[in-house]
């Protein structure tokens, strides 16, 4: 029982017009900025080795795109490092088990954090799997991160994660032997500077060799199912 | 015409307002606050023991001209905004003098992104405890929080594809 005049049928309400130009701005302004920043995956199927900037040679170019990348398996060294588990521990030390382990600082307030979260609900998906991997943050900001504020710092996340540190030199032994990097921006000026650092996890096979590495951003369940897949053999 | 405006507009908002999880915090914190066309939705600071902690929320405008945040200020720490960039596998932090907020929008900070540092914290940051923070804007406006504390929860954080900062 309307008054209203009848709308012609092709006459769309200028609200509406006017909303659905603005989603449509922001959906290409999405768009244009995730194109823009993705970094280069490669296309090709191909399987030639290429060398990343840290000089590992990644195995399988496809696989890339989940994260996940093979490296031509590399020994790694037996070099000791400060542990939150007590004394001195090596890489080479966790014989018989995977090791996924990152460089990072406790006074890092974002990136780790959610990494170690992204630990912690890997490892509740490896279920019993979890025992035969080992999850290591390696501190590269040894000035502040004793082993007692690693210990307490990785708690809040699991009782199983183990901290490593050392002196600067050592630390950039063993990041070297994966190709990582870190950087301290310690002016001597304040005791909150920030530090850079590789943000790849690396994977340590059971019989110490560098086998695998998790690009930024690899999803979780990518990550636990790589693990689950190697820990069944397959 | 008019009716059919009404609903447009009606289904958009029901759309558009957001759906808050379950409470597990006490109450007294603020889910969502509004300043004027600033809403501020869903802030927390992450559970620490530490010196340094993060903090996150859901910025946004219902104006027609940009804002931006430009100073965060809290009797728990001093707070700056930062943003995590990871480029060429290489994390880094940069501190934001000032955040844009832009207009009819919303900017959202959130682990691996944009973020609150908090920094010279005295005293281990509980879960289930609050942190009074008060924004600034550019425009202004001034908004007083009171910020739940949460352990990062079992929530993945990164997801391939999104926009992350690479």
Redesign the interface.
């Known amino acids: 029982m309307s008054e209203?005049p009848a709308?012609p049928q092709n006459r769309a309400?200028l609200?509406?017009l006017i909303?659905f130009a603005?989603v449509a701005l922001?959906a290409i302004a999405?768009f244009v900025?995730?194109i823009l920043?993705?970094?280069s995956t490669p296309s090709t199927d191909s399987q030639t080795a290429v060398h990343s900037?840290g000089g590992a040679a990644i195995v399988d170019l496809a696989q890339q795109s989940?994260?996940v990348s093979d490296v031509e398996p590399v020994a790694i060294s037996a070099i000791p490092l400060r542990s939150t588990t007590g004394g001195e521990v090596s890489l080479t030390d966790f014989a018989g088990r995977y090791v996924v382990l990152y460089f990072g600082y406790?006074?890092?307030?974002?990136?780790c954090?959610?990494t170690?979260?992204?630990f912690?609900?890997a490892q509740?998906q490896l279920g019993a799997d979890a025992e035969r991997v080992t999850f290591i943050m390696i501190s590269v900001d040894p000035k502040r991160d004793t082993p007692e504020?690693l210990q307490?710092?990785l708690a809040?996340?699991d009782p199983t994660f183990i901290g490593l540190t050392g002196d600067v030199e050592t630390l950039k032994r063993v990041a070297d032997e994966f190709g990582a990097?870190f950087l301290s921006h310690d002016t001597g000026e304040s005791?909150?500077y920030?530090v850079?650092?590789?943000?790849?996890k690396f994977l340590v096979d059971p019989e110490g060799r560098w086998v695998a590495q998790y690009?930024?951003?690899?999803?979780?369940?990518?990550m636990a199912a790589d693990l689950k897949a190697r820990l069944s053999g397959s | 015409?008019?009716l059919?405006?009404l609903l447009?507009?009606g289904i958009?908002l029901t759309a558009c307002s957001p759906q808050p999880p379950t409470p597990t915090v006490a109450p007294t914190v603020d889910r969502m606050s509004a300043a004027g066309p600033l809403t501020i939705v869903e802030p927390w600071v992450?559970?620490?023991?530490?010196?340094?902690?993060?903090g996150y929320m859901m910025i946004t405008n219902s104006s027609d001209s940009d804002d931006a945040l430009v100073a965060v200020s809290s009797p728990t720490a001093t707070v700056e905004i930062?943003e995590?960039i990871?480029a060429?596998?290489?994390?880094?932090?940069q501190q934001i003098e000032a955040l844009v907020i832009p207009a009819?929008?919303m900017t959202e900070l959130k682990?691996?992104g944009a973020?609150l540092?908090?920094?010279?914290l005295t005293e281990p940051l509980a879960a289930g405890s609050t942190v009074e923070i008060t924004l600034t804007f550019e425009s202004g406006a001034e908004l007083a929080l009171t910020v739940p504390v949460r352990?990062?929860?079992?929530m993945?954080?990164?997801?391939?594809?999104?926009?992350?900062?690479?």
């Not at chain 1, 850079?196 to 790849?200: F, I, K, N, S």
């Not at chain 2, 992450?46 to 010196?51: F, H, N, Q, V, Y």
């Not at chain 2, 060429?88 to 932090?93: G, H, S, V």
């Open positions: 209203q709308e309400p609200g509406a909303a603005l922001l999405v900025v995730v920043t993705r970094s900037e989940t994260g406790t006074y890092c307030p974002d990136f954090p959610t170690l979260t992204d912690r609900l509740r504020l307490t710092y809040r996340f990097f005791e909150f920030m850079d650092h590789t943000a790849t690009a930024y951003g690899t999803p979780v369940d990518v | 015409m008019r059919f405006m447009t507009l958009l992450r559970a620490a023991d530490g010196e340094m902690t993060a930062h995590t990871v060429n596998e290489i994390a880094r932090m009819q929008g682990p691996g973020h540092m908090l920094i010279g352990d990062a929860g079992m993945p954080t990164m997801e391939m594809d999104m926009d992350h900062g690479g």
